[in-house]
T-cell receptor, first 113, second 115 residues
Framework: AQSVTQLGSHVSVSEGALVLLRCNYS??????LFWYVQYPNQGLQLLLKYTSAATLVKGINGFEAEFKKSETSFHLTKPSAHMSDAAEYFC???????????FGKGTMLLVSP | EAGVTQFPSHSVIEKGQTVTLRCDPISGHDNLYWYRRVMGKEIKFLLH????????ESGMPNNRFLAERTGGTYSTLKVQPAELEDSGVYFC?????????????FGAGTRLSVL
């Protein structure tokens, strides 16, 4: 079964600094990968998705992620953090039937002024 | 267009009591999912409805959990009797049927505390 691993339960950056949130998938290449974000008191919102059409995927709010097969990774980046980016971020992969999602444990992004 | 709505947002009950969570999916979404996040753990799948039918309930922890989706619209998840380990955040998600990507849209969740 597919799985994803997120390294780091908490990541702290200063406003304006680079954001890097890590996600590694299990050995078989998934057809899709997702990053979701949960802002305080809100539901999970889709940030971006990988669909094998392109390895560099751009999402909302200036985030992007690059699919690297050689590293089994799909790390999320943003060149310059903003205070409003403070949230919890989840990497997810669908099961073989493309129905249910398997999530990583989540990474809380803390942004300091 | 309204998103996925869940009610209540918080519920605090005592061990042994019954609680019913409700989820209203996005209109027109035939897929409806329940997930749960226990504190400190990852979000885990519980159950998948296609319209009113249970497509996959392999994630349901035990028979104290009962999910329904009468009429294929909103869904309820009942926990009876609740145990301490049932505490967590229960998320509902919905999606269109038949799309390969199956983008799921999530509600804000119900935070359940069993004391």
């Amino acid at each position: 079964a597919q799985s994803v691993t997120q390294l780091g339960s908490h990541v702290s950056v200063s406003e304006g600094a680079l954001v890097l949130l890590r996600c590694n998938y299990s050995s078989s290449v998934p057809p899709y990968l997702f990053w979701y974000v949960q802002y305080p008191n809100q539901g999970l919102q889709l940030l971006l998705k990988y669909t094998s059409a392109a390895t560099l995927v751009k999402g909302i709010n200036g985030f992007e992620a690059e699919f690297k097969k050689s590293e089994t990774s799909f790390h999320l980046t943003k060149p310059s953090a903003h205070m409003s980016d403070a949230a919890e971020y989840f990497c997810a992969v669908p099961n073989s039937g493309y129905s249910t999602l398997t999530f990583g444990k989540g990474t809380m992004l803390l942004v300091s002024p | 267009e309204a998103g996925v709505t869940q009610f209540p947002s918080h519920s605090v009950i005592e061990k042994g009591q019954t609680v019913t969570l409700r989820c209203d999916p996005i209109s027109g979404h035939d897929n409806l999912y329940w997930y749960r996040r226990v504190m400190g753990k990852e979000i885990k799948f519980l159950l998948h409805f296609v319209k009113e039918s249970k497509q996959d309930e392999s994630g349901m922890p035990n028979n104290r959990f009962l999910a329904e989706r009468t009429g294929g619209t909103y869904s309820t998840l009942k926990v009876q009797p609740a145990e301490l380990e049932d505490s967590g955040v229960y998320f509902c998600a919905s999606s269109h049927l038949g799309t390969r990507e199956n983008i799921q849209y999530f509600g804000a969740g119900t935070r359940l505390s069993v004391l």
